[in-house]
């Protein structure tokens, strides 16, 4: 954990450049102190089928949903909150001067009894490093 769900408009996907989008709440969320590396997951789920406002086909949205597993203080959540969505808005300040966009951002923790899961990244992140340190 943690894990970025990002739902958008179709319409938005030439502009929205998510690679760049998935690097820059890495970052942030690493740069918090609190979410492991390891555990942070981006995700991006196109929309074909919506509607927005009044109908118009410029219009379009984003919500990023940021699930976090249970157990962290609010303030600390919040904190990390307000660091994530300044950078997303800042990602899309270009996109929303030029056209229509409803972008919103929530937080929410994942019941720590019903979160079932299973990897080995961490296993093959410590071998990379290890493999780069022999290198130098």
Known sequence: MPHFRIEYSRNLEAALELSAL????????????????????CRALPRDCYRIADGHPDNGFVHVEFRVGAGRDVTVLRQAGEDLFAALRE?????????????SFEISEIHPDLNFKTGNIRDYMKARDERAETAE
Do not use: K
């Open 22 to 41: 998935f690097e820059t709440l890495t970052d942030v969320a690493a740069a918090t102190g609190i979410f492991p590396l390891a555990g942070i997951r």
């Open 91 to 103: 990602h899309m300040a270009e996109m929303m001067r030029d056209r229509p966009v409803a972008l």
